[in-house]
């Protein structure tokens, strides 16, 4: 459900940087990818059951697509959301910026 709604939010960030930049204020989208959070336990154990497979072999297919060959941690999420909210980013403005181990095809 939450794939309808993304390109709306990305152009509203978009919009957004554009009309409150001069104010200095930034908008910016992140883009996480798969994270070993309680969600993503209930994503796979959802997939494994509907599939028939184990919940590992559901694990191993996910970690497969995905360049780093592993899960991203919630700090790894923080830490970019914080480096975002730090002066030292002030001049980044209207990015989608992915951070799923480079699972995402597109630049």
């Known amino acids: 459900m939450s794939n309808n709604v993304r390109p ?13 930049g001069g ?3 930034t ?18 154990k959802g997939r ?3 599939s028939n497979t ?10 497969a697509a995905t360049p780093a060959g592993r899960f991203g941690e919630a700090a790894e999420i923080g830490a970019a ?13 209207g990015v989608n910026l992915p951070i799923d181990g480079g699972r995402l095809g597109t630049l």
């Open 81 to 93: 959301v914080a480096f975002l909210c730090s002066p030292l980013a002030g001049y980044i403005n």
């Open 27 to 44: 908008a910016n989208n992140i883009l996480p990818g798969y994270t070993s959070t309680d969600r993503l336990a209930s994503i796979v």
């Open 54 to 63: 184990s919940e590992d072999d559901v694990k191993r297919d996910i970690i």
């Open 48 to 50: 494994a059951a509907k």
């Open 8 to 20: 709306a939010v990305a152009a509203w960030a978009k919009c957004l940087a554009t009309e409150l």
């Open 23 to 25: 104010f200095g204020i």
